[in-house]
């Protein structure tokens, strides 16, 4: 077998050298973040079943760990606290007519007492680790509606409740609320929604959808992320008995409160 020896770096290529290739680098993994509660489920089902087909690579967790992550730019486009876009509106492009909102009763963000409400002043209350918005929102409640001084720990809430000293009020939200909403040592509810309605006559958001403002700029979308997602809702939207079904082992809701 002859020695072929290989073309001098240093020497330009001519015709009869050997051949010229080109390095063809891999579009870069976009990666799209799904909050992991049911109430998305409408948006994001069709995406993770196939139905509709997409290059993301979905990355679920609560909205407080991808509002982490969108700030450090480890996500390309994500559903995100309310919180999250006021405090950096300069990374972020809103997606238009797509939020987790309320009019009313939301029935997942849920402050539960073991005492009245009026009876909070100077206790501690325990509150999720998993959302932004909802802190603030009941920090805003508790101040500035029932002019309560009250203090806030975060941490675990299922595991805090089955300590010797369990809370004496907490703030849960996602499926998390749902399981809790009618726990027996905890009557007195509030739904932090219903309460803003109450107060402002307003509905509230409490999430939204942003794709990373220096992804769009870096033209790294072959289509806009933003009607991949509107067609995921509409999608959830027209079968909804398909979401429901999906939705109907091992969740604390009737099928009429999940619709």
């Known amino acids: 077998?002859?020695?072929?020896?290989?073309?001098?770096s240093a020497l330009p290529l001519t015709k009869g050298d050997c051949p010229v290739t080109?390095?063809?680098?891999?579009?870069?993994?976009?990666r799209m973040g799904r909050i992991g509660y049911l109430n998305v489920l409408p948006i994001y089902h069709p995406l993770e079943a196939g139905i509709l087909p997409h290059d993301y690579e979905l990355v679920s967790g609560p909205p407080a760990?991808?509002?982490?992550?969108?700030?450090?730019g480890e996500?390309?486009?994500?559903?995100?606290?309310?919180?999250?876009?006021?405090?950096?509106p300069e990374r972020y492009?809103?997606?238009?007519?797509?939020?987790?909102?309320?009019?009313?009763?939301?029935?997942?963000?849920?402050?539960?007492?073991?005492v009245p409400f009026d009876q909070l002043e100077g206790q501690e209350?325990?509150?999720s680790g998993e959302t932004h918005t909802s802190v603030a929102l009941l920090r805003l409640i508790m101040r500035d509606r029932f002019k309560l001084n009250v203090t806030f720990t975060t941490g675990q809430v299922t595991p805090a409740l089955r300590k010797e000293n369990p809370p004496v009020a907490f703030l849960a939200i996602g499926d998390?609320?749902?399981?809790?909403?009618?726990?027996?040592?905890?009557?007195?509810?509030?739904?932090?929604?219903?309460?803003?309605?109450?107060?402002?006559?307003?509905?509230?958001?409490?999430?939204?959808?942003?794709?990373s403002r220096a992804a769009a700029e870096a033209k790294l979308f072959t289509s806009d992320p933003g009607a991949l997602l509107r067609q995921g809702r509409d999608w959830g939207l027209e079968h909804m008995d398909v979401i429901l079904d999906?939705?109907?082992h091992g969740c604390p809701l009737s099928r009429d409160e999940l619709a």
């Open 176 to 211: 998390e609320a749902l399981r809790l909403r009618n726990h027996p040592e905890y009557p007195y509810r509030l739904d932090l929604a219903e309460a803003w309605r109450d107060w402002t006559g307003l509905p509230f958001i409490f999430g939204l959808w942003v794709v």
């Open 125 to 127: 209350i325990l509150i």
């Open 93 to 114: 492009q809103l997606i238009e007519d797509l939020s987790i909102g309320s009019r009313g009763p939301v029935m997942s963000v849920l402050l539960l007492s073991r």
């Open 65 to 72: 760990l991808l509002n982490t992550m969108m700030a450090r």
């Open 1 to 8: 077998m002859p020695h072929i020896q290989p073309c001098p």
């Open 246 to 248: 999906l939705t109907a």
């Open 75 to 88: 996500l390309h486009v994500s559903s995100c606290s309310c919180f999250e876009y006021a405090s950096r």
């Open 22 to 30: 080109t390095q063809v680098k891999n579009p870069p993994v976009l």
